[in-house]
């Protein structure tokens, strides 16, 4: 039985890695031996920018782009452990205030991001199994009014996961989902979930402040906290773990 977390020898593929949460798990990997990381966002400046000890294949490019699953990955080889985590959170209005395009364009990075994701992962991981986390939320579970693409993508994103790990565990690959609750991450600053911040720290700051009150914990966590449970989920020591939603909300989700 594995006794500690232990990367060594293993690639992982990571969405969403130039930022908050993803570059958070690539940062955690890396300190815990893993060999390669393949790293995917559209910002590829800020991909450049990340400075890891292991080897790194940096790959810029849109996760609900077809193209960059298949040609753009035709020599991607074994992968072992995989993060599907690019998103975004467009938000703010209710439903009736809501634009079909935003509603499309939030589905096709948040929900076809991760089927393209999985497709190719779990093909790469087809001969020998490995263990594939994807990033879902807390308002996948709870409905808070404004979220209606978002919250109903990463709904999507917790079936896809079942399905998933149904459909792995006779190749020996694991599927989960992390489902984090308020996280303090780059995200807030674009989503129209907040009003617009245009970089006024004073009122970032009171947002968190808000954003804690709704957990039971009344904390917002950093993006390490994120990484070291989704580390957990990728690592062996989650051997027997398949098919689960680890929600991290502080217990935003048990708030009436
Ligand atoms: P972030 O904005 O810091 O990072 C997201 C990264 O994804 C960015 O680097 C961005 O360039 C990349 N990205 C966005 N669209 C992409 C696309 N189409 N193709 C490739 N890359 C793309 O945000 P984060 O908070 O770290 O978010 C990571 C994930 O966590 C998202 O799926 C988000 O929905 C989820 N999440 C975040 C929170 C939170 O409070 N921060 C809470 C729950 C879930």
């Keep these: 039985?594995?006794?500690d977390f232990d990367f060594s020898g293993k690639t992982a593929l990571i969405t969403g890695a130039a930022s908050g949460?993803?570059?958070?798990?690539?940062?955690?990997l890396d300190a815990h031996g893993v060999a390669?990381?393949?790293l995917v966002d559209m910002d590829r400046p800020a991909l450049d920018a990340m400075d890891l000890s292991c080897e790194v294949?940096?790959?810029g490019g849109d996760v609900s782009d077809v193209e960059l699953w298949t040609t753009g990955m035709r020599d991607l080889g074994e992968i072992d452990c995989a993060l599907l985590n690019a998103g975004i959170a467009p938000g703010g209005k209710s439903i009736v205030d809501s634009d079909l395009a935003?509603?499309?364009?939030?589905?096709?990075?948040n929900v076809d991001g991760v089927f393209l994701g999985l497709r190719r992962v779990m093909k790469a991981m087809a001969a020998k199994g490995g263990s594939v986390v994807v990033t879902s939320s807390v308002s996948g579970t709870k409905p808070y009014p404004g979220t209606a693409a978002y919250a109903t993508s990463k709904a999507a994103v917790l079936q896809l996961m079942r399905v998933a790990?149904?459909?792995?565990?006779?190749?020996?690959?694991r599927v989960n989902a992390i489902a984090p609750g308020p996280v303090d991450t780059p995200i807030w600053d674009k989503a129209d979930i907040t009003g617009?911040?245009?970089?006024?720290?004073?009122?970032?700051?009171?947002?968190m402040g808000e954003l804690a009150k709704g957990t039971l914990l009344k904390r917002v966590p950093d993006t390490d906290e994120i990484a070291a449970s989704i580390g957990f989920l990728l690592s062996d020591l989650a051997?027997?773990?398949t098919g689960i939603a680890l929600l991290s909300d502080g217990g935003a989700s048990l708030r009436v």
Excluded at 22 to 27: I, K, M
Excluded at 196 to 207: E, F, K, N
Aim: proline fraction near 0%.
């Design 102 to 109: 935003e509603w499309k364009k939030c589905m096709a990075v």
């Design 239 to 241: 051997v027997n773990v």
């Design 57 to 59: 294949v940096r790959i």
């Design 36 to 38: 390669k990381l393949v």
């Design 21 to 28: 949460i993803g570059a958070a798990t690539a940062r955690w």
């Design 1 to 3: 039985m594995a006794s």
């Design 196 to 207: 617009s911040l245009h970089g006024d720290d004073d009122a970032r700051a009171a947002m």
């Design 165 to 173: 790990a149904a459909e792995g565990a006779s190749q020996g690959i």
